[in-house]
T-cell receptor, first 110, second 114 residues
Framework: DGGITQSPKYLFRKEGQNVTLSCEQNLNHDAMYWYRQDPGQGLRLIYYSQIVNDFQKGDIAEGYSVSREKKESFPLTVTSAQKNPTAFYLC?????????FGPGTRLTVL | GENVEQHPSTLSVQEGDSAVIKCTYSDSASNYFPWYKQELGKGPQLIIDIRSNVGEKKDQRIAVTLNKTAKHFSLHITETQPEDSAVYFCAASPNSGSARQLTFGSGTQLTVLP
């Protein structure tokens, strides 16, 4: 059963703590992406990776970090430097340009 | 960078009627325009896309048109059904290759009334 998985679905953290969101894909896609979605708004690109061990900043990378050690995995760390981390986070992957999304993780920082 | 504007922000139609959502983009280099459907609490699902070398594309009840000169593209849904109710997003990208930087519109909440 191919697809993109994100875990957990809901995540709660205290202010000042770093938190890592998981994204795994078994579609054999080279490119992976992280987006942030706020209520009533479109998706904004945080980071993307075209290939293993390489990644680039998107439009809103400040306060976030990523790694791409394996083709299947692209974890996102929300650091304490992110001023407003509460949001819905979406991971996507692509092979020929078309991006396919995972189910998302809703992060709430208390 | 690219800027995508999407209208309307909300749209209500009667079941069986057509729905049209419009987007404009700013970067004339954009060459790929996907449309996504997002149901509550879920990730967006790609429903149709169009590249700049064609003006129209259809898939059953869904069609997308592109006017490169005016820099706008539209989603048309015919014979709407209650299950079409969702948030729809347009996007644009100037990249080529396997990795594309998509710029999204702000979304349209479509409600199909039975």
């Amino acid at each position: 059963d191919g697809g993109i998985t994100q875990s957990p679905k809901y995540l709660f953290r205290k202010e000042g703590q770093n938190v890592t969101l998981s994204c795994e894909q078994n579609l054999n896609h080279d490119a992976m992406y992280w987006y942030r979605q706020d209520p009533g708004q479109g998706l904004r690109l945080i980071y993307y990776s075209q290939i293993v061990n390489d990644f680039q900043k998107g439009d809103i990378a400040e306060g976030y970090s990523v790694s791409r050690e394996k083709k299947e995995s692209f974890p996102l760390t929300v650091t304490s430097a992110q001023k407003n981390p509460t949001a819905f986070y979406l991971c996507a992957s692509s092979a020929r340009g078309e991006q396919f999304f995972g189910p998302g993780t809703r992060l709430t920082v208390l | 960078g690219e800027n995508v504007e999407q209208h309307p922000s909300t749209l209500s139609v009667q079941e069986g009627d057509s729905a049209v959502i419009k987007c404009t983009y700013s970067d004339s280099a954009s060459n790929y325009f996907p449309w996504y459907k997002q149901e509550l609490g879920k990730g967006p699902q790609l429903i149709i896309d169009i590249r700049s070398n064609v003006g129209e594309k259809k898939d059953q009840r869904i069609a997308v048109t592109l006017n490169k000169t005016a820099k706008h593209f539209s989603l048309h849904i015919t014979e709407t059904q209650p299950e079409d109710s969702a948030v729809y997003f347009c996007a644009a990208s100037p990249n080529s290759g396997s990795a594309r930087q998509l710029t999204f519109g702000s979304g349209t909440q479509l409600t199909v009334l039975p």
